[in-house]
């Protein structure tokens, strides 16, 4: 493995296009991991937000799930927009993988943000859920409602926007590789993942 290079995952835990790259990613995982090394950064989709979805949001995000679903053969449970109160706001979830990352489990924290909103029909932008994500996952609760909401962990937060704000990123998820000190966008391909795969490998061969 290349310690000088790295796979920067760019990424918002409730972001619905990353749910729809998750499988594709595995694979890209899978087969880089001896290669180079993977880190996660977020990107911060939408900010923190008590208001109630306006329902166009509602609607276009609905048909957004409909689309990647016929795009990537993602699974969506459409009961999240009837049985909770959907609201613009992935700041809390972002804020979770990043308090889960202290405790080596930000990928199982992402992992159980997407599939609890995407499959579950729980909502990611209440703090109750999060907390719950973390019991599941063997974290200490009150410890990590402690953490989510510390100037320690908003400080941190906000340097890892402003990192991102940085890179050759575009939306999310976004892949970018950075290889002797220089910083390559990696286009995504949803689908295919050895497509991808040949992409990193052609900057690395540089």
């Not at 008590?50 to 276009?60: A, V």
């Not at 609905?62 to 999240?80: C, M, S, Y």
């Not at 991102?164 to 689908?191: D, E, M, R, W």
Request: some cysteine; aromatic content about 12%; overall charge negative.
């Amino acid at each position: 493995m290349n310690n000088n290079t790295q796979l920067i995952y760019v990424y918002d835990p409730m972001c619905s296009w990353c749910w729809g790259f998750k499988a594709c990613w595995q694979r890209i995982q899978a087969a880089l991991a001896d290669e180079l090394e993977i880190i996660y950064k977020v990107g911060g989709l939408a900010a923190d937000s008590d208001q109630p979805m306006p329902e166009d949001m509602q609607l276009f995000l609905q048909k957004t799930w409909r689309r990647i679903a016929a795009e990537t053969g993602a699974d969506f449970n459409f009961d999240f927009w009837t049985h909770c109160q959907p609201r613009r706001s992935t700041y809390p979830a972002c804020r979770a993988v990043i308090a889960a990352r202290q405790y080596n489990k930000e990928q199982a924290m992402f992992e159980a943000i997407q599939k609890g909103y995407y499959l579950q029909a729980q909502n990611p932008s209440d703090i109750s859920t999060l907390v719950r994500f973390a019991q599941q996952l063997d974290i200490d609760s009150s410890a990590f409602l402690s953490l989510l909401q510390s100037a320690q962990l908003e400080q941190q937060f906000q340097q890892e926007l402003v990192y991102i704000q940085q890179l050759p990123a575009q939306g999310f998820p976004s892949l970018v590789l950075l290889h002797k000190q220089q910083y390559y966008a990696i286009a995504i391909n949803y689908t295919d993942a050895e497509q991808v795969i040949a992409r990193i490998r052609s900057v690395l061969a540089l």
